[in-house]
């Protein structure tokens, strides 16, 4: 309809005129003027009605049939407003857009009055606004019903005042049923369960079972403003921990958005818009309440708050205050998971009733994973196979990924081993994780009568055991492979405890203060996982500060000392240089052990044990002969299928000589 030459008159289309004389038994009313005219112009036998017939707004009659039943649609769209508590004019502005995007007939209808038929998913506000008769005079309610249905999410902002329904609105009106409990069932989605359980993640520690009691106490109570943030670097399995939590404690887990609904049509998929999943966690924030015991999380929770908090007013993409309100007033707790914490903006960190940081798993729990993974894949993996995988950092996801490739391979035998290390060790390549696996064990495991130490071992090691595992300090040195991290380790299986260990090449990092940091978080994650920690290299971290020529060196020295001396559990440091070591450090451990080479009595025992023969008289007098090069030699014997105690004793001979290769050698 456009303006007549009257001021009062209105031109009503051919196209308008057409799309009335198609859908009027549909419209539940009838326009007589209109209907005489078109009787009487096609009597005449016209062939155009623009430009003919005028009337004024005055003249148009009452409803000439009943007012029609609510439909499918309409029921949908009410159902909307009520759950989300929407006013009368914001239900009547989104019903408009949702009929002008969704609706072909009156897509049709806004072509026809336009003149300009559009066939996209958006739609002119002011058009719709038209539809849902709010006046472009009432400024103030048109922008306030703009403003609630963009903050919900229900309405997308396309630029040029078009806007356009947020996928979850278009899967809802989509969707064939009128059933409240149909449509909230499609907003929950089905539970994926977890692929991990609660002993998969007893690395968190302290940080767990405090989790896990401030939950359950915001589940029972039904708290308001109950969120928490899960943190950490990628595949650390903190989506899994939400859905094992949420078995744990008997409740309903609803993943906020993870997958949009194309407007293309129902079953076509498409990436979810931020407005997208702030609708989807309007809704189900709205309905979990009803439902009980429900825990919403929110994954790569960051892309909704990246921008909100922006000290650039004008480079905002949401408003602060509505964001900060969605935190504190969910009537059911949330769980926000993100990579990266800071990008989720300090005024909402504050509003956390607690942050989870997730780290790697320790050997134990991945070797737990991979077990649990195998059977399920039906895969025979060699223990040996096993104890690789598990020694690898990798995280469970990386883990899953190595030994579902292994399934293709075969479910038994050597490459299916390979298959699941190489595969892994590749995806670690590429995450920039992948680093050199711990030394393997020895053939015989820690002896202390075959360790030749300055101390008495076996004393420490019941003096220990019977403190019990407190503020203990281990600082032992000596040539590689005389015993250093075995001993360590075995210290820590006394004390029952897991171990942590750590080399230099984990701590060094390339930017100032990553270091320092990185040396925190080492001491944390021992301390909330009460593990015993291992540094191997040492001498790496606690040179002498006196030969500094940064500072960050000094820093870095600092920075261990420091959490060395308030570190509330065992702790072991190994160093094959000593004489590198700040002075100050000495001080700092309550043991300090020298170990040196093998004596000719444990070199016999030692071969005897390994090799089931005597040794060679010239074997016992080898030095400096540690238990590192048994290790290497009783592999390499294997390999090559020799028991000859001659040949072998010239394989360990080989491994001396190897030590003095570029150097002078000193003494006897």
Same mark, same amino acid.
């Given at each position: 309809? !456009? ?5 009062? &008159? ?7 005129? +057409? ?7 549909? #419209? ?43 439909? /499918? ?6 159902? *909307?407003?009520?759950? %989300? ?12 857009? /949702? ?33 849902? $008769? ?30 356009? %329904? ?5 899967? *809802? ?47 029972? &109570? ?25 078995? +744990? ?13 194309? @407007? ?24 979990? &309440? ?68 997730? @780290? ?8 737990? *994973? ?7 894949? +039906?895969?025979?993996? /060699? ?26 391979? $075969? ?21 920039? !994780? ?22 008495? #071992?076996?004393?420490?090691? @019941? ?32 004390? $029952? ?32 996982? @009460? ?9 790496? #971290?606690?040179?002498? !500060? ?36 700040? =002075? ?47 290790? *290497? ?11 000859? =105690?001659?040949?072998?004793? &010239?394989?360990?001979?080989? +491994? ?8 002078? !050698?000193?003494?006897?």
């Amino acid at each position: 309809m !456009r303006p007549g030459r009257g001021k009062t &008159k209105l031109e009503i289309t051919d196209e308008l005129i +057409e799309w009335y004389k198609s859908h009027r038994r549909l #419209l539940g009313f009838r326009v007589g003027p209109i209907d005489t005219w078109i009787r009487e112009a096609e009597s005449a036998r016209r062939s155009s009605f623009g430009n003919t017939l005028r009337f004024t707004p005055s003249n148009l009659p009452e409803l000439t049939e009943a007012t029609p039943k609510v439909s /499918a649609f309409q029921s949908r769209v009410d159902w *909307i407003g009520r759950t %989300l508590i929407l006013e009368p004019a914001e239900v009547s502005l989104l019903g408009a857009v /949702a009929r002008l995007t969704q609706v072909p007939r009156f897509r049709e209808l806004i072509g026809a009055a336009s003149g300009c038929m559009r066939d996209d998913d958006e739609v002119p506000i002011k058009n719709a606004a038209h539809m849902a $008769g709010l006046s472009e005079r009432d400024t103030q309610l048109l922008g306030a019903c703009r403003t609630a249905l963009f903050q919900l999410g229900l309405l997308e902002d396309r630029g040029g005042f078009d806007v356009a %329904l947020s996928a979850p609105v278009a899967a *809802i009106l989509a969707s064939r049923t009128t059933s409240e409990e149909a449509m909230r069932r499609s907003l929950f989605g089905e539970l994926t369960p977890s692929s991990l359980n609660m002993s998969d993640f007893n690395h968190l520690g302290s940080a767990r079972e405090l989790f896990l009691s401030l939950l359950d106490g915001a589940v029972q &109570k039904q708290v308001s403003g109950a969120s928490f943030l899960f943190h950490g670097e990628p595949g650390t399995g903190k989506t899994e921990f939400a859905r094992a939590v949420a078995a +744990e404690l008997e409740a309903q887990v609803v993943f906020i958005g993870e997958v949009g609904s194309d @407007r293309r049509g129902p079953h076509r998929m498409a990436e979810p818009t931020r407005a997208d999943r702030l609708a989807h966690l309007s809704f189900a924030s709205a309905l979990a &309440k009803r439902a009980g015991r429900t825990i919403l999380v929110i994954d790569e929770a960051d892309d909704i708050f990246t921008g909100v908090d922006d000290e650039e007013h004008s480079n905002r993409t949401g408003s602060k205050v509505f964001m900060n309100r969605v935190v504190e007033t969910c009537p059911v707790p949330m769980i926000w998971i993100t990579n990266h914490p800071g990008r989720m903006g300090p005024a909402v960190l504050r509003r956390m009733l607690t942050a989870v940081e997730f @780290r790697e798993a320790d050997m134990t729990t991945r070797r737990r *994973i991979v077990e649990r993974h195998a059977r399920a894949h +039906e895969i025979a993996f /060699a223990d040996h196979d096993i104890a690789a995988l598990a020694a690898l950092p990798a995280s469970p996801a990386l883990l899953q990924a190595g030994i579902r490739a292994a399934s293709l391979v $075969g479910n038994s035998g050597a490459a299916s081993g390979e298959a699941a290390v190489a595969v892994t060790r590749s995806l670690l390549r590429v995450a920039g !994780r992948d680093r050199p696996a711990l030394a393997i064990p020895g053939p015989i495991g820690f002896d202390a009568s075959l360790t030749n130490a300055d101390q008495d #071992l076996p004393e420490i090691e @019941r003096r220990v055991v019977l403190v019990g595992p407190g503020a203990l300090s281990f600082l032992f040195s000596g040539l590689p492979g005389t015993g250093k991290s075995a001993f360590a380790r075995h210290l820590a299986a006394r004390l $029952g405890m897991e171990i942590l260990e750590k080399r230099a090449s984990d701590l060094l990092g390339m930017f100032v203060g990553e270091s320092e940091k990185q040396i925190a978080d080492a001491f944390r994650e021992a301390a909330d996982t @009460r593990c015993f920690l291992i540094f191997d290299e040492a001498d790496s #971290l606690l040179s002498d !500060r006196a030969g500094a020529r940064h500072g960050w060196e000094v820093s870095q020295v600092n920075e261990m000392l420091t959490w060395m001396e308030s570190h509330p559990l065992p702790f072991a440091a190994t160093t094959n240089l000593a004489a590198r070591l700040d =002075p100050a450090v000495q001080r700092r451990f309550l043991f300090k052990v020298r170990f040196e080479a093998m004596t000719p009595a444990q070199i016999a025992s030692t071969f005897a044990r390994i090799f089931g023969a005597p040794a060679p008289a010239a074997v016992e007098r080898l030095h400096p002969l540690t238990q590192g090069d048994f290790s *290497i030699v009783a592999r390499k014997a294997r390999v090559m299928r020799e028991g000859c =105690p001659a040949l072998i004793g &010239k394989m360990l001979a080989s +491994e001396v000589e190897a030590k003095y290769v570029g150097c002078s !050698r000193i003494g006897f």
